[in-house]
Every structure is written in C-alpha cells, then in structure tokens.
C-alpha cells in the first residue's frame, strides 16, 4: 500500500500551502486518513484527521482555525488546507491510514512532504 503526500514547499509566515494525500482506491475507501508532522529535533505528532466517511474530522489544538482537512473523492485524496500559517508549522508532513477508528495505531504511513515557514 502506497500513499502519498505531496504539495510541501516554502511559504513566508501568514501564507498558506494546500498539502494533499494519495491513497490508493481501497485504501480511500475504506480508511480513516490522518496527517502528522515531525519538525526538527521534535517526535512526531498528530496534526488532524478525517474518517473514511467524511463524517468527522479530528484537529490538533495547534492548528484548529488554520488547517482544514476534507476528502476529494473524484481524486483519491485528503487535502490539509494550511492557512495563516506560522514558523512553528515548519517540519515534514506524513500522511497516513487507519481501518479501526478506535485504535491508536496507523496501518499505512506515506512518504513525508517538507514544509518552511520562514519568519
């Protein structure tokens, strides 16, 4: 299985980037999508999420107001629209699938996507 994230780059602070993740039909289908991100020298942690459904989405307190997450469904994939964002935003942006909702663990993880924000 094979997801993919892309649309990262370098944006000055107040910008906004639109990241998007690939899934592979079955995987869109069925899964719940999240997104992570691991900046320099931190662990990685959770940035938002949405179920497979579309029904509920899930965000970071760190981002709530800024990032939208949603599911194109004629494209196979789960953008996280970033807005108004912040120097402390800046690290590598992973996305990944989950079948249980309830579990904790993520089956399936992506490449990561590198995302600046320069003050």
């Known amino acids: 299985v094979q997801l993919q994230a892309f649309g990262g780059g370098l944006v000055q602070a107040g910008g906004c980037l639109r990241l998007s993740c690939a899934a592979p039909g079955h995987i869109f289908n069925s899964y719940a999508i999240g997104w992570f991100r691991q900046a320099p020298g931190k662990d990685r942690e959770f940035v938002s999420s949405i179920t497979f459904g579309g029904v509920s989405t899930h965000y970071a307190d760190s981002v709530k107001g800024r990032f939208t997450i949603s599911r194109d469904n004629a494209k196979n994939t789960v953008p996280l629209q970033m807005n108004n964002l912040e120097p402390q935003d800046t690290a590598v942006y992973y996305c990944?699938?989950?079948?249980?909702?309830?579990?904790?663990?993520?089956?399936?993880w992506g490449q990561g996507t590198e995302v600046t924000v320069a003050s």
């Open positions: 990944a699938a989950r079948l249980d909702p309830y579990s904790v663990e993520w089956d399936y």
